[in-house]
């Protein structure tokens, strides 16, 4: 289980009082019995406690492609840090 799924479970759990039981990768957001406002709310908390946008979050999306989103998203920015830093340091050292 991913550190991004633990925070996912985390949320619904303490701030949508989720049973733990139901949150595994293949539960659906829909079959959590989240409505539009609550998806809103678990996309702000995403962004918050993971650090990464996820608008394109769906009734038919699963917890597990949810927690694989974010961390592609993650990895994105991560690379996209690293590629930064190498052209400020080749940048730095043709000046």
Known sequence: MSDTFT?????????F???????????TLASLELDSL?????????????GVTV??????STLGDLAAHADAKLTDANQSDAHLTD?????????
């Open 55 to 60: 608008s394109d979050i769906r009734p038919e």
């Open 38 to 50: 609550a998806l809103v709310e678990l996309s702000l908390l995403v962004e918050e406690r993971i």
């Open 87 to 95: 052209a400020k340091l080749i940048a730095g050292t043709v000046s």
């Open 7 to 15: 925070v996912l479970r985390d949320c619904l759990v303490q701030e």
């Open 17 to 27: 009082d989720v049973s733990a039981a139901v949150v595994t990768p293949g539960a």
